[in-house]
């Protein structure tokens, strides 16, 4: 079935530690794939995404996030998480018929 | 500031009462969208609209409706059918020429009982 996963529902970093967020997706294309963050009871902020070329992308907030074609992954990573990064993440998919798809979401608590 | 407005930020309601959820951009945008979030379960798509007076059902679309009769605003009614209504409520948009990045307004938290 086609779907997107990010397999860590919860994930705690230290504060200026490097962070890995894991996305993986089954669908025939390659798709458009993004990463989106969400703070507690607010919409979802884009943070980068990935459509064709170079297959490490730079997104805001000093995140990047590199497309693996043959492990169909598009992980998110950030080299020194900071403690305003704590949020929800969500890795996203666009397919061909003007729809896009979204994982379960990991969130991120940041200790000091 | 161009942006998504979504009102109210949150909602309470009686079980039985429609209600309806207000969604409304400047960004000129073409398409618009209504998903529903729970936790533990990302955002599943309820309704979505490419064009004025056009719009089709998402995965989840029984117990609601909606309407697009201008660009800028796509509300949605949350009808007395919907069995599980307490949720949040994202809506967005995009620009159909552009490559399916889509935009998000703050969202509404529904609670009803």
């Known amino acids: 079935a086609q779907s997107v996963t990010q397999p860590d529902i919860h994930i705690t970093v230290s504060e200026g530690a490097s962070l890995e967020l894991r996305c993986n997706y089954s669908y025939g294309a390659t798709p458009y794939l993004f990463w989106y963050v969400q703070s507690p009871g607010q919409g979802l902020q884009l943070l980068l995404k990935?459509?064709?070329?170079?297959?490490l992308v730079q997104g805001i907030k000093g995140f990047e996030a590199e497309f693996k074609r043959s492990q169909s992954s598009f992980n998110l990573r950030k080299p020194s998480v900071h403690w305003s990064d704590a949020a929800e993440y969500f890795c996203?998919?666009?397919?061909?018929?003007?729809?896009?798809?979204f994982g379960a979401g990991t969130r991120l608590t940041v200790k000091p | 500031d161009g942006g998504i407005t979504q009102s109210p930020k949150y909602l309470f309601r009686k079980e039985g009462q429609n209600v309806t959820l207000s969604c409304e951009q400047n960004l000129n945008h073409d398409a618009m969208y209504w998903y529903r979030q729970d936790p533990g379960q990302g955002l599943r798509l309820i309704y979505y609209?490419?064009?004025?007076?056009?719009?089709q059902k998402g995965d989840i679309a029984e117990g609601y409706s909606v309407s697009r009769e201008k660009k800028e605003s796509f509300p949605l009614t949350v009808t007395s059918a919907q069995k599980n209504p307490t949720a949040f409520y994202l809506c967005a948009s995009r620009y159909t020429a552009d490559t399916y990045e889509q935009y998000f307004g703050p969202g509404t938290r529904l609670t009803v009982t």
């Open positions: 996203a998919v666009g397919l061909n018929n003007n729809d896009m798809r």
């Open positions: 609209s490419q064009i004025v007076n056009d719009f």
């Open positions: 990935y459509f064709s070329g170079d297959t």
